[in-house]
């Protein structure tokens, strides 16, 4: 194996973000090294249920359609011949309190006012699209936009389909420091070597701030531990993505998601605690998510519980992604604060850094994303449970 | 939600758990036993169903009379014992417990895990179909059901387990076509000796006599090669090995058959106590991934100890003095007895203990695999029963950059069916380190994560409104 | 030997009989058996068929550990037979694949 001593981008981090960008990156021609500590997939990207959620970006930005983005999961599916688990049959979001519900129809016309395709479902239409949905559920609405990927699965194959357009992986293989000369990142050390690079991406997600320090930027984001548990159960027992719409509000921290697998397995999830790096699979979550899956959907009750687990979500205090330069370091990128819909923006993720890379800009404006407007508001930061 | 305050939980009611349960009850503990089975006695102590009338006992074999022997010291001593539950995660000082769909704790000063072991998974090709078994689901079977697996049985694998149990086929009435021997010819009779001191010795000459009288062909260098047949297994086809197990082509014969039992040894039950966060090391010698522990079997974490061939494959005496040490030792640090008086007590054992693994040290090698164990299978063999992941599987995920069982997973949905990995585990590790290059040792098993056994989502559902 | 079965009834005495189903057909059975017992003592080995490859499983480990028993039991998707007492009633099924689709 010949000594690789440069390349043109240096990406840190191995989830769905960074193998997204080596992927996007390798494919416009620049060579491409991709360093990550543990085995691929080993942080957010290797707990996460793997939705694909109907909206696209944040309040930050205009919406964007949900087709297109699933036309980028659809296209790279079959540019790349992999196997994601690519599921496209829709989402079905539900209410079950008169709050939530009165939201829901809010939502739903904000929604279809943008022109993104879902509908309030009378009570008959949700029997007959979920028949196993709980008389509690009081209403429901269902887009065709969204689905599921494995993000596993993905991950491997970004790096997969990175690798065939001339990208080098590097697995278990943590960077150790990051060489910063006249106002640039000339560099990365990893794995007792040092490579050079043109341009440095930190895609590091939870462990961002970690990796920032090397290059002397500050990246705000903490690890949000979200647990999930996997159940057994026969096909078509759930037949879509649900999830539960609440409320915005101080003691929202997030809905219920039952996502079914091809194989016979349906994941539930989730919870939201900041606990540190800390992934252990708590007692009490799995309580907690039990009895509201089954407050969803009663039938669950029957199934068995074959194992549960945790990972840590990049996320900011104002919760919105940081895809943007660092105003230090002329060639240092950020891609993070994903939170729990890294599986959804992983692909588009992927495009605009290749953008500020080859472009020097990007096709739409991301302007809410900028990292430099943490260093803006820097008194008081009050992230932490929502 | 129920929870029981003890001073020691022991998880497993076999010969080392109800072992260790009899001395810390004695030695003033508060002790409660907890197993998965419908009654005490784990596996070589199964006892059969409550429903059935024991009528002649002699005919139940030595190892029921032993198993009762026990059993009747521990109903004496008033020991708690809960069954049919499951322990589905652990922590130090708390063991999360679903029986059925109740799920209920147990918080104790000390634990002791003696969750046994299950038969190795030997995949070959064939091994899946019905009739195909474990030597122990065979036993078990036989042993507590009272019933058949079969009618024309082939033994195939090594250890003492598949002499026993060849005869008890025999006397049961199935007409036992062969048994293969993979060990070293010249020193398997002393196998038996695992189970216990130099008086066994006679046992494992008298079972191969027993064999020889019933005219049970007993052949030793040789092992199955493929079970075949469709819908279920009609016919064996066997060959010659040489002393690493690897097979002499052109000495393959073909047998009728209608039951296959395998029985190559067994692998230690560790998801507790890698859940728990207890080192391992890795021993084939003793299964495979197994803990850590001190003279007095207690393990890296505080409090926390092992016993029987969950710590180890050793057989039942072995288990039972290990046990007593582990029940022992836990009473003294939970303050029950002081040092003296745990070195009285558990001197008797430990120089047993001592003396049977001076005979294991000699042993080690004949029954642990040897690397043509893992050269049975073809591309199309299945490692994974459960997600039916083949060997041609894994090779593709190695050439593809894989080098952990933390890779395979996910990509091939190895580990992630029913079972937890049990049955397809010991042989990844094997077999990714040979297509690796890596020392098994070097590869980390598959991340523990509760529930350790499946558990209904119902159990989960306890509702804490009466707190 | 109970006639056409290999039970083995040596030192023991069964309990009481019963009758369960399997597959639709009625199966006598006796108190204390398990459903792995019943079935592998009549001569039906077949007790699930893999998901992927539509094979047919039977009992493997025998003691809870492999999962290779599991059939639907009294409308319980990938209960292990051999972990199952049966008691009279009971409604036991080839389990095909991950379960019949709801």
């Given at each position: ?183 640039r990142a000339v560099g990365v050390r990893a794995g007792a070597k040092q490579y050079r690079a043109q341009w440095v991406v930190n895609a590091a997600g939870a462990w ?179 | ?467 | ?102």
């Amino acid at each position: 194996m010949s000594e690789v001593t440069g390349f043109d981008v240096a990406v840190i981090g191995g989830g769905v973000i960074g193998t997204s960008i080596a992927y996007h990156a390798a494919k416009r021609g620049l060579s491409v090294g991709l360093f990550e500590k543990g085995p691929l997939a080993s942080g957010a990207s290797g707990a996460s249920l793997g939705l694909r959620s109907i909206w696209v970006w944040s309040h930050l930005l205009p919406l964007e359609s949900g087709l297109k983005n699933d036309q980028r999961f659809i296209d790279f599916a079959q540019e790349t011949g992999e196997d994601i688990e690519l599921d496209t049959s829709g989402r079905i979001i539900v209410a079950n309190s008169e709050d939530d519900l009165g939201y829901m129809h809010e939502f739903v016309e904000r929604l279809q006012k943008r022109g993104i395709e879902i509908r309030l479902l009378d009570q008959a239409e949700i029997r007959d699209v979920e028949p196993n949905l709980s008389p509690r559920v009081i209403g429901a609405a269902w887009s065709p936009i969204g689905g599921n990927a494995m993000p596993i699965k993905l991950t491997y194959a970004l790096a997969r389909a990175a690798r065939r357009l001339g990208a080098s992986i590097f697995t278990h293989t943590p960077v150790t420091g990051i060489d910063v000369a006249g106002g640039r990142a000339v560099g990365v050390r990893a794995g007792a070597k040092q490579y050079r690079a043109q341009w440095v991406v930190n895609a590091a997600g939870a462990w961002c701030a970690e990796i920032g320090q090397f290059a002397g930027v500050d990246v705000p984001v903490v690890p949000r531990k979200g647990q999930v548990m996997l159940l057994n159960a026969p096909p078509g027992f759930v037949r879509h993505g649900i999830a539960s719409l609440h409320k915005p509000g101080p003691q929202q921290t997030g809905g219920t998601n039952i996502r079914p697998t091809p194989h016979g397995q349906i994941i539930v999830g989730g919870t939201s605690e900041y606990s540190g790096f800390d992934t252990t699979a708590r007692e009490e979550n799995a309580r907690d998510i039990a009895r509201r899956c089954v407050d969803l959907v009663p039938a669950l009750a029957k199934l068995s519980v074959l194992r549960s687990w945790a990972g840590v979500r990049p996320r900011t205090s104002d919760g919105e992604f940081i895809i943007s330069g660092a105003e230090q370091l002329d060639n240092f990128l950020v891609a993070t604060g994903h939170d729990f819909v890294g599986v959804t923006h992983s692909l588009v993720t992927g495009e605009l850094i290749t953008e500020m890379m080859t472009e020097g800009k990007t096709s739409v404006p991301i302007d809410g994303f900028r990292l430099s407007r943490f260093t803006a508001s820097k008194s008081g930061q009050a992230h932490g449970a929502a | 939600m129920r929870t029981e305050r003890v001073d020691l939980a022991i998880v497993g009611a076999g010969p080392a758990g109800l072992s260790a349960a009899l001395e810390a009850k004695a030695a003033g503990a508060e002790v409660l036993v907890v197993d998965e089975n419908d009654r005490p006695g784990g596996q070589i102590f199964r006892q059969p169903p409550r429903a059935f009338r024991i009528e002649d006992r002699a005919k139940l074999g030595r190892d029921h009379k032993r198993g009762r022997a026990l059993l009747d010291a521990v109903t004496a001593a008033g020991i708690g014992i809960e069954t049919n539950t499951a322990v589905w995660n652990i922590a130090p000082g708390h063991l999360a417990c679903c029986s059925g769909e109740t799920s209920w704790e147990i918080q104790s000063g000390a634990i002791v895990i003696a969750t046994g072991a299950y038969d190795r998974p030997v995949p070959l090709p064939g091994w899946t179909l019905p009739g195909v078994f474990t030597s122990g689901g065979v036993q078990t079977l036989l042993k507590s059901q009272r019933v058949l697996a079969g009618r024309r049985v082939l033994l195939t694998g090594t250890g003492p387990l598949n002499l026993v149990l060849a005869n008890q086929l025999a006397e049961a009435g199935a007409d036992v076509v062969a048994v293969l021997e993979l060990a070293d010819p010249g020193l398997f009779e002393l196998m038996p000796m695992l189970r216990g001191p130099w008086s066994l010795l006679s046992d494992g000459i008298g079972y191969v006599r027993q064999l020889r009288r019933r005219k049970i062909p007993l052949m030793r260098g040789w092992t199955l090669i493929e079970a075949r047949g469709t819908g279920q297994v009609t016919s064996a086809v066997i060959g010659q090995v040489d002393r690493d197990w690897r097979l002499i082509k052109g000495t393959e014969r073909t047998f009728d058959v209608d039951t296959i039992c395998l029985g190559y040894g067994l692998v230690p039950s560790t998801e507790l106590s890698r859940l728990i966060g207890c080192e391992h090391r890795y021993d084939i010698a003793l299964g495979g991934w197994v803990p850590n522990h001190d003279l007095y079997r207690e393990t890296s974490i505080a409090n926390v100890f092992v016993a029987g061939d969950g710590s180890g494959v050793a057989g039942s005496l072995v288990a039972m003095e290990e046990g007593r040490v582990a029940g022992l030792r836990a009473a003294m640090r939970l303050g029950k007895i002081s040092e003296p008086v745990f070195t009285e007590k558990s001197a008797s054992s430990l120089q047993r203990l001592r003396r049977l693994g001076r005979f294991r040290a000699i042993l080690d090698g004949l029954s642990a695999p040897r690397p043509g164990l893992f050269e049975r299978m073809t591309d199309d063999t299945l490692i994974c029963r459960c997600e039916e992941v083949s060997l041609g599987d894994c090779r593709q995920a190695v050439k593809e950059g894989a080098v952990s069982l933390m890779e395979l997973k996910p990509r091939l949905r190895a580990g992630m069916g029913m079972c937890q990995a049990r049955i397809c585990g010991p042989t990844l590790i094997e077999v990714l380190g040979g297509l690796t290059g890596q020392a098994p040792e070097a590869i980390k098993p598959f991340s523990q994560r509760p529930p350790v056994k499946p558990i209904p989502l119902a159990a989960l559902l306890d509702s804490e409104a009466a707190e | 030997m109970t006639t056409g079965s290999t039970r083995v009834d040596l030192g023991i005495k069964r309990g009481t009989e019963i009758t369960i189903t399997v597959d639709g057909k009625r199966i006598v059975a006796f108190e204390g058996e398990t459903v792995a017992a019943v079935l592998l003592a009549c001569g039906q080995r077949i007790f699930r068929y893999s998901a992927k490859r539509n094979e047919p499983r039977s009992l493997y480990c025998g003691i809870g550990v492999c999962q290779e028993c599991r059939m639907v039991i009294d409308g319980n998707i990938n209960t292990r037979a051999c972990m199952t007492t049966v008691r009279a009633g009971m409604v036991v099924k080839t389990q095909h694949g991950l379960g019949d689709p709801v």
